[in-house]
Nanobody, 121 residues
Framework: QVQLVESGGGLVQAGGSLRLSCAAS????????MGWFRQAPGKEREFVAA????????YYTNSVKGRFTISRDNAKNTVYLQMNSLKPEDTAVYYC??????????????WGQGTQVTVSS
């Protein structure tokens, strides 16, 4: 089993920044992709960003390109999401994901518990 623990969510004004972190523990042996999804009230969970083990593969959804940056520290089994120029439409619960570079939530092996990000206008 793998456990994912997120931190770093909160309330921020539009144009501000937040940095999310997600630490993986448990049976994390081997190379694995990590990423972030988000889910706003009344909407489906959507892909935000993903990063491969060596960080040579990085993907973003179009709406966050140029504003969000995903990175990872394999020594700490941790993935980060730096979010700049935040907009009210970025408001959602952000979930850490392990196991897939793809944008389909069904292909994720493990999920974190989620962290709330609220952007006020």
């Amino acid at each position: 089993q793998v456990q994912l623990v997120e931190s770093g969510g909160g309330l921020v004004q539009a144009g501000g920044s937040l940095r999310l972190s997600c630490a993986a523990s448990g049976r994390t042996a081997g190379n694995y992709a990590m990423g972030w999804f988000r889910q706003a009230p009344g909407k489906e969970r959507e892909f935000v960003a993903a990063i491969g083990w060596s960080a040579s593969s990085i993907y973003y959804t179009n709406s966050v390109k140029g504003r969000f940056t995903i990175s990872r520290d394999n020594a700490k089994n941790t993935v980060y999401l730096q979010m700049n120029s935040l907009k009210p439409e970025d408001t959602a619960v952000y979930y850490c994901a392990l196991g897939s570079l793809r944008s389909d939530p069904a292909e994720v092996d493990y999920w974190g518990q989620g962290t709330q990000v609220t952007v006020s206008s």
